[in-house]
């Protein structure tokens, strides 16, 4: 059974367009995330969630929302897609609460090209 | 920016015992050494933790100074299916941490494992 799992894996679409990625963990994590890895291999926080609260939110353009209908879902919304949006998306998951430490279980990435 | 510092790439021969090493000099009381790696085109993959005392677990050994200032991580047996991206990320735990729980990444070392 699939941990953390996204789609779609590959999303490739025009600038200007309103695109969204979906993320689900069947790990009964609490806290989820969203990560960007450019083309440089850089991984950069962008969001996460925490019983879908938002506990954090990194410098991130406010084209980018995420929306957590419930603790095992985070999806990815982004308007008015921008060249520099093109990297690899991905989703991970945790248990925080009751932990002093804990492990992210991640997705495989959603690559998106913005044409 | 990422608190540690490792080499860029490194090889190991099949079979042999793969160390990587990470500096983190910087690194303060409350926080935990962490080792991810992350495949070709796949998510990234937890791998060990630890804070002060040495770690094994059946993927591999996490060996820390007693000044912790570094640490190193030991593939006991390396096999092609090694062969990823390493980070070592030092990472603040416990309950309160709040926004200091995030993970940030380095570029981490590329080990290619050689037949």
């Known amino acids: 059974d699939t941990a953390v799992s996204q789609t779609p894996k590959y999303l490739v679409t025009q600038m200007g367009n309103d695109k969204s990625i979906k993320c689900e963990q069947n790990?009964?994590?609490?806290?989820m995330y969203w990560y960007k890895q450019d083309s440089k291999k850089f991984l950069k926080i962008m969001f996460s969630?925490?019983?879908?609260?938002?506990?954090i939110n990194e410098t991130v353009p406010n084209r980018f929302s995420p929306k957590s209908p419930d603790k095992a879902h985070l999806n990815l919304h982004i308007n008015s897609l921008e060249l520099g949006d093109s990297a690899v998306y991905f989703c991970?998951?945790?248990?925080?609460?009751?932990?002093?430490?804990?492990?992210?279980?991640f997705g495989p990435g959603t690559r998106l090209t913005v044409l | 920016d990422a608190k540690t510092t490792q080499p860029t790439s490194m090889d190991c021969a099949e079979g042999r015992a793969a160390n990587l090493p990470c500096n983190h000099s910087?690194?303060?009381?409350?926080?935990?050494v962490y080792w991810y790696r992350q495949i070709h085109s796949q998510g990234p993959q937890y791998i060990i933790h630890g804070l002060k005392n040495n770690e094994t677990n059946e993927m591999a050994s996490l060996i820390i100074t007693e000044d912790r200032k570094s640490s190193t991580l030991i593939l006991p047996h390396a096999t092609l299916r090694d062969t990823a991206v390493y980070y070592c990320?030092?990472?603040?735990?416990?309950?309160?941490?709040?926004?200091?729980?995030?993970?940030?990444w380095g570029l981490g070392t590329s080990l290619a494992v050689n037949p």
């Open positions: 990320i030092v990472r603040v735990a416990g309950h309160n941490a709040g926004n200091n729980r995030k993970l940030i």
């Open positions: 969630y925490n019983n879908k609260e938002l506990i």
């Open positions: 991970a998951s945790s248990q925080e609460r009751g932990r002093v430490t804990d492990t992210q279980y």
């Open positions: 790990l009964g994590h609490d806290t």
């Open positions: 910087t690194i303060s009381g409350n926080e935990y």
